[in-house]
């Protein structure tokens, strides 16, 4: 048995390991940053240290700091108890001194400085920084630790962006094989790789097709049989119609034979119809021969010929002299059959229906082009639906036409369109593609 893995337990092992990651390389990065600022600094104050270490030192002699700016030096300034000035690190610059010991703030040259002043018995020493100074640092500070932050923010969402993709990936085939699901599909959605807290659902819809497909199996074992016994006793009444026929009814009720004749005649073909629908929803695939599909939709418009001449209807044909296809040479008579017939009967008395097979990329097409009343607002995303007529009222039919060349369409692997002509006239274009044979 497949040990199934829990989603969130793998989307917090990869969220918590890679945010463990960035936040350890935006720690070094904040280190390194706050390190380098810190050494420029302190290399500064040492260098003004000892320049103000006693009288003598001159700055010519002290080697400059590594990006040491002029205005991060200190004004020193020394009096002696006398109140004469005996030194001042920088010439210039005229801070008074302040009358109490202790740190405040001074304005000089229209700078501000921050002072701290120290009285002794002898001298007043009085140190000064400019507040400009003392500001970038504040700033470089600031954005030595937030700059970090404003890093791990997008680092943090490609980071939960990777987990999620990598944590997710596994339901993609999921996804694929839902998507890529025929209607008739019976197999169970695979359980390998499926996240535990997903594994319930699965199984779930699991059981949703076994369920579905035993209620489709019982359908269609329904229709195959109520179809297979009605044919016997559609057979029996049309036997004894035609018998009635013969004995030379009356004139009055031979309009009724005729009409019953006829109903009878119509529930049979519905029969077959429903027998032909059956058989092609089963799943096992039609053979796979190779014949010449312009001869066979030659053979097909021939046999609606009198179906035409009865309605007055000019039914004619453009079709390529030789095209080859692969399939169920039977089945794809009747999908032919089918959408000539179809046309015929929804095509009013005067009217054309025109039948072409021409070559297309790849393979052929067969087009049937008629010049009825066309498909009412809505009807063309039903038309392929079983007992649905377009025009109900206009004609008679059973509804199952192109439901059934919809289905041999589809197990041939053909493509089928029903839609209105875009000419700008009244009727239907029905349109088959097939593949032609590999080279």
Known sequence: MTRTRSLRRTALVWITALLAAAGLIATCAAYRYSESETSVFLDGQLRQIALNAGPGMAAVNAPAAPDQDPEDSFAVTIWNAAGHLIHQSLSGTNIPLQPKSGFANA?????????????GQNQAVQVAQRMTVRDEIASNAALGAALPVLLLIPLSWLVVGLALHRTLRRLDGL??????????????????DVPAELTPLVEGMNGLILRLNAALAAQKRFLADAAHTLRTPLAAMQIEIGNLSTDAPATSQRPRLEALAAGAQRAAALVDQLLRLARLDEPVPPPCVLFDAAALLLDCVADQTPLAGHKGIDLGAAIAPLAKIRGDEEEVHTLFANLIENALTYTPAGG????????????????VLDTGP???????????????????QAAEGSGL????ARRIAE?????????????????????????????
């Open 374 to 392: 066309g498909l009412p607002e809505g009807a063309q995303a039903h038309v392929f639906e079983r007992f649905y007529r377009a025009a109900p």
């Open 175 to 192: 996804a694929h094989d839902l998507a890529t699901r025929g209607a008739m599909a019976s197999a169970p959605l695979p359980l390998a």
């Open 411 to 439: 197990r041939h692997g053909f493509g089928l369109e029903v839609c209105n002509r875009a000419d700008g006239l009244n009727g239907v274009l029905a349109r088959v593609t097939m593949l032609g044979p590999p080279a």
């Open 401 to 404: 036409g192109l439901a059934i």
């Open 107 to 119: 304005d000089s040259g229209g700078e501000a400085w921050r002072v701290y002043t120290l009285r």
């Open 352 to 367: 054309k229906v025109d039948v072409t097979l021409r070559p297309v990329a790849g393979g052929f097409a067969a087009e």
